[in-house]
Nanobody, 124 residues
């Protein structure tokens, strides 16, 4: 059983930056692909970014490419999402998740473990 705790959210102006962290405990986190998802009010949860175990590959949704960077420090069981040039449309609750199931890593259904989320608000 893996427990995930996100932190680093907050209120920032358009063009600003935030760094989200996701700390893991209780399982073989190092061997899981990890994803970041977000959910805005009234909208479905959507894929943001993912990183493979060993950090050999990353992938991002098109709207954040070039602005967001995902990384992991397996020695500290932590993953990060560096968010630059933030826009109001990035406003959402951001969740990290560990993928343990088969299926597309773009889909939330392939992730079994989830954090509680951290709010990111970008003001215009």
């Amino acid at each position: 059983q893996v427990q995930l705790v996100e932190s680093g959210g907050g209120l920032v102006q358009t063009g600003g930056s935030l760094r989200l962290s996701c700390a893991a405990s209780g399982g073989a986190f190092n061997f899981y692909r990890v994803g970041w998802f977000r959910q805005a009010p009234g909208k479905e949860r959507e894929f943001v970014a993912t990183i493979s175990w060993g950090a050999s590959s990353t992938d991002y949704r098109d709207s954040v490419k070039g602005r967001f960077t995902m990384s992991r420090d397996d020695a500290k069981n932590t993953v990060f999402l560096q968010m630059n040039s933030l826009k109001p449309e990035d406003t959402a609750v951001y969740y990290c998740a560990a993928r343990t199931k088969s299926g597309s890593y773009y889909s939330s259904t392939s992730y079994a473990y989830w954090g509680q989320g951290t709010q990111v608000t970008v003001s215009s």
